[in-house]
């Protein structure tokens, strides 16, 4: 073994993606300001000119961890739109399933998600963009009947969009709930309602 916690001859991929790992705790944990370049490489276990070969500043590497974040999130959202050919006893499942792949995502990297969609100056822009992009969803997913034509998809993409966000600080990272279950939870209530038949 050559460093701690490395193995010798370790790759530069594998020091990049160290540093970048290392570093989304670092952000996630102490703040942007607060995290130092010396705390990112000491927790690495590299050197402050290994840092220096792969990111420019302290800047770049946090702005790669955000674009990392949006560019995981969107290819996520577009991926959960329906196709225009599921039987309709199928659907609510489709849907979960799209909803629990985003939770999934936020609690497997969640000290990227608390930099991407919560701490980033940039975040309440990657919110609306992805809001943006469940409307689009939604509009197809009108066009295929499967919901209502009088539906407003760009309040609707609004409200996933502050559900997701709440239920990520409130139940996610808070270990109360399953990505899988809470995905089920906000299809029964966005589909079904909480209202009797009045």
């Known amino acids: 073994m050559g460093q701690r916690g490395r193995k010798k001859g370790a790759s530069g991929e594998e ?15 102490h703040g942007f300001y607060k995290t130092k370049i010396s705390d990112i490489v000491k927790e690495a276990n590299v050197t402050q000119p290994t840092f220096y070969l792969y990111f420019q500043n302290k800047e770049a ?10 560019d995981r999130i969107f290819t996520l ?15 609510p499942d489709k849907i ?26 940039e975040s309440e822009e990657i919110k609306r963009q992805l809001a943006w992009q469940i409307k689009m969803n939604l509009d197809s997913e009108v066009e295929n009947g499967y919901f209502l034509p009088s539906l407003d998809t760009n309040l609707f993409s609004e409200i996933l969009v502050g559900a997701i966000e709440r239920l990520t600080i409130t139940h ?6 399953t990505p899988e279950n809470l995905a089920v939870h906000m ?9 009797r038949d009045y």
């Open 15 to 29: 020091s990049r993606a160290l540093l970048l790992t290392v570093a989304a705790k670092e952000f996630a944990t």
């Open 61 to 70: 590497i946090f702005q790669e961890l955000v674009d990392s974040f949006r």
């Open 77 to 91: 959202t577009k991926s959960s739109k329906l196709d225009s050919d599921i039987a309709s006893e199928n659907v």
């Open 96 to 121: 979960s399933a799209g909803l629990a792949n985003i939770f999934t995502f936020f609690n497997e990297n969640s000290d990227l998600t608390r930099i991407g969609f919560f701490m980033a100056p």
């Open 172 to 177: 996610l990272f808070q270990g109360k709930d």
């Open 187 to 195: 299809v029964r209530l966005f589909l079904y309602g909480v209202g």
